[in-house]
């Protein structure tokens, strides 16, 4: 099975860019940072409520936690905001109008205020990674890229699993993306 390209941070530096050139700049960028910066499945942001990324005083949390309707697998999980994504939350959640911050509104809507399905928001990332010339890269994409980014910065294969919601590190050691430049870095270490 062929996975999903990990981005480099030219590839990210260009999503971000391409966002701004889009109609709606800030829900785009929100859901290519929650996939990025969280390692959520793009099912998982799909099902995201206000409630979920807000407390009842307004302030953007710092850990999601996802019930099992909203994930995969049917098994609740937490996710950990760190401070980059919660500034991010904050700055999409403050694009939104008042009736928008309702806690049982969706999160990431269409243009007509409906949640996005799976699939939708799937399709707005593909779109989004053609319009680059990303034709090979998908949702699954920012996942990937989360976990082999940690993965290369020496985090525990364990901590990863916990941090994908993975049951087994096996399927988290799939995700992680060995190249060229990491063989050559880890002969350097003898």
């Known amino acids: ?9 030219r590839d990210i530096k260009r999503v971000l860019q391409k966002c701004t050139q889009t109609a709606f700049p800030q829900r785009n ?13 793009i099912g998982e942001i799909a099902a995201l409520c206000v409630g979920d990324v807000l407390n009842a005083r307004g302030e953007v949390r710092t850990e999601i936690a996802l019930s099992a309707k ?8 937490t996710v950990l905001i760190n401070t980059q994504l919660q500034g991010e939350i904050a700055a999409y959640v403050s694009s939104l109008g008042k009736l928008q911050r309702e806690a049982t509104v969706p999160l990431i809507t269409s243009k007509t205020k409906k949640r996005f399905s799976a699939n939708g928001l799937c399709q707005l990332m593909l779109r989004l990674y053609d319009d680059m010339g990303l034709d090979k890269a998908t949702s699954h994409s920012t996942r990937r890229t989360f976990i082999s980014t940690l993965a290369h ?10 941090l994908a919601g993975h049951k087994n590190i096996s399927t988290t050691q799939r995700y992680i993306e060995v190249g060229e430049h990491q063989l050559r870095a880890a002969v350097e270490m003898v």
Do not use: H, Y
């Open 29 to 41: 960028r929100c859901v290519f940072m929650l996939g990025w910066l969280s390692g959520m499945r």
């Open 153 to 162: 910065k020496g985090i525990n294969v364990r901590v990863l699993a916990a």
């Open 70 to 77: 909203q994930t995969k697998g049917d098994e609740a999980r």
């Open 1 to 9: 099975m062929k996975q999903a390209p990990v981005l480099s941070e």
